[in-house]
DNA sequence: ATCCATAGCGCC
DNA sequence: AGGGCGCTATGGAT
């Protein structure tokens, strides 16, 4: 049985809707009401349907009442409209009131008058309409089965990342304090720098005979730089380190501290940490191939600097778990290439090539593979690919398939049917006139240029779009598992943190090898959801630690 | 004052 | 001539 939930002034009206799509009586109930109308009916299991999980979840979680499965409308929406696997596509195509919206903060108490209906209002009406449209675009595709998993596995994504905001990721301030403290001296008055900043560019600099420098412009030290006779093209790390100067030591300690104290120092430390919580706003298909992003709080690129101060609290331990080299395990699973799909099953893939005497050294397999999903044609990756493409033509052969499809300016699709966007109008201009007979040779090149560059991204596409199916339904599936562990003394495992193709649940530590066990569990059933009996192997790293900075 | 692009670096 | 992001600071434009 599905639910039908559209939020309206003041409430929302809830439907009931049975399997032969025949809808009881509507009931509107206060957003207060919501919350026992979920508890009176989830232990049946029912699914709710809501335009966007983002907006009532929050408040349900709030309200103490998390919900099982969820269908997410407009997140639904975004994927068939585009798919390639509607032939007909989706006839809510263009009502623009269920495209991409301004999603409220998470944390925000909705008020009533920004609901997202940018477009126009949603009633319940609509709401059901669009579910109706949905069900049936889904059912009349050829790959109905790809598609449920896809928009199932997306909406309980959406439920998982309102939940990780509303537990929050485990954080212990005090200790991220003493490293900044130690690393960059007390903090500042705001505005102030850090006496070891302050330092550091007092050394620059004297170095570099530039008095008033200030080393957090790019062009300032570029020309201080150049009147030291350092003749650097940019001021990034890689160029610097080239440089044999006094200047360079400390202008490269200082951009680290500085890149420490900008993105993670005590401002970061106020705005996103609360009680013992990091709590960031995950934005799910937030990315083009449907990784997830955030909003603040950079919560995806914690660094490894920083990662000591995420503890698990007493009595309890984190499970860190990371696919290990999923980006080549999918591709060898979505292209059936058996001898890939048997390096799959060794553990170490990069390790396995090695093994199968495809190249020399485990780090030119990774050089070599990571070329091949990214599209390398120069340097060492460029030399090995043809190795690359002897020993496994059929995962080979996938991926130029959807560069070439790409550069041809046309759109490619993952495993699950998440399509590609098609080039911008600017990019078939230039394919256009590049093929008229005045074109020039420049506009040639450039044209060849821009083709080559859309093929990387169509090629990268297919393999980081179904990479983050196959992580979603290892996330949905483990969090059906969590929910059937029994709490120790009252406490339950709890997914705490979700990036790309890890996670982390804090449990109590007896359940520690449980948790670990439902992880393990789950990555083999969503490498059996998506590609069936693919002899394809999909490997976790799994440590069981007190602190984030001792997993991996 | 506010918006936007760029540089640079962090993560996968 | 290696894909996808977010974030900060800077500096120019409005």
């Not at 975004?78 to 006839?91: I, N, Q």
């Not at 909003?295 to 995806?300: D, E, N, S, T, Y």
């Not at 799909?341 to 397999?365: E, F, I, K, N, P």
């Amino acid at each position: 049985m599905d639910v039908v939930v559209a939020p309206e002034d003041g409430g929302v009206v809830v439907l009931e809707l049975g399997p032969d799509g025949r809808t009881g009586a509507p009931r509107r109930l206060e957003w207060e009401q919501l919350p026992g109308c979920v508890r009176a009916l989830e232990p049946a299991g029912p699914r709710w349907v809501w335009a966007d999980t983002a907006v009532v979840y929050p408040r349900l979680l709030r309200a103490g009442t998390p919900v099982a499965r969820a269908h997410d409308l407009r997140l639904a929406h975004a994927v068939l409209v585009r798919s390639t696997y509607l032939a007909d596509g989706l006839p809510s195509a263009a009502d623009d009131r269920w495209g991409p919206q301004e999603h409220p903060a998470a944390d925000a108490e909705p008020s009533l008058l920004d609901l997202p209906t940018a477009g126009g209002t949603l009633e319940p009406a609509d709401v059901l309409a669009e579910h109706r449209v949905q069900q049936q675009a889904v059912t009349a595709s050829a790959h109905a089965g790809r598609l449920r998993l896809l928009l199932a596995a997306e909406s309980a994504g959406a439920l998982v990342a309102a939940e990780l905001t509303h537990v929050g990721l485990p954080f212990d301030a005090a200790a991220h304090d003493a490293l900044l403290t130690q690393l960059l001296g007390p903090q500042p008055l705001p505005g102030g720098r850090p006496a070891a900043l302050e330092a550091l560019a007092a050394r620059i600099r004297a170095e570099l005979g530039a008095p008033g420098l200030n080393p957090d412009s790019p062009p300032e030290v570029l020309r201080a730089l150049h009147g030291a006779g350092v003749e650097a093209t940019t001021t990034r790390q890689s160029e610097l380190e080239r440089f044999d100067h006094p200047a360079v030591a400390p202008l490269l300690e200082y951009k680290k501290l500085a890149r420490l104290l900008g993105a993670n120092g005590w401002a970061w430390l106020s705005d996103w940490v609360h009680d013992g919580r990091f709590r960031p706003d995950y934005l799910p298909a937030g990315v083009v191939t449907g990784r997830w992003a955030t909003r603040g709080g950079g919560a995806l690129q914690l660094p490894k600097q920083v990662r000591a101060a995420v503890v698990a609290g007493p009595g309890r331990r984190l499970v860190v778990a990371d696919a290990a080299q999923l980006e080549p395990r999918v591709l060898a699973a979505m292209s059936d290439d058996r001898a890939m799909a048997r390096a799959s099953r060794a553990g170490d893939l990069y390790q396995a090539l090695v093994d199968q005497g495809v190249v020399d050294t485990r780090a030119h397999a990774k050089v070599a593979m990571l070329g091949a999903l990214y599209g390398a044609t120069s340097g060492e990756a460029g030399q090995l690919m043809p190795r690359l493409l002897r020993s496994y033509p059929a995962a080979t052969g996938w991926v130029e398939a959807a560069a070439r499809a790409g550069e041809r300016g046309e759109v490619v699709t993952t495993w699950l049917g998440r399509s590609s966007p098609v080039p911008p109008d600017s990019w078939r201009e230039a394919q256009r006139r590049a093929g008229l007979p005045e074109a020039t040779a420049a506009e040639q090149r450039r044209a060849r240029a821009q083709a080559r560059d859309w093929g990387r991204f169509t090629r990268n596409f297919v393999v980081q779009g179904t990479a983050a199916e196959w992580a979603l339904c290892w996330l949905a599936d483990l969090r059906r598992r969590l929910g059937a562990l029994p709490p120790v003394a009252g406490r339950s495992p709890a997914l705490v943190y979700f990036l790309h193709d890890e996670v982390i649940v804090e449990t109590p530590a007896e359940l520690a090898e449980e948790v670990a066990d439902a992880v393990r569990e789950a990555a083999h059933r969503a490498g059996r959801l998506l590609f069936g009996d693919s002899g394809v192997t999909f490997v976790l790293d799994v440590a069981c630690v007190g602190s984030y900075a001792e997993a991996g």
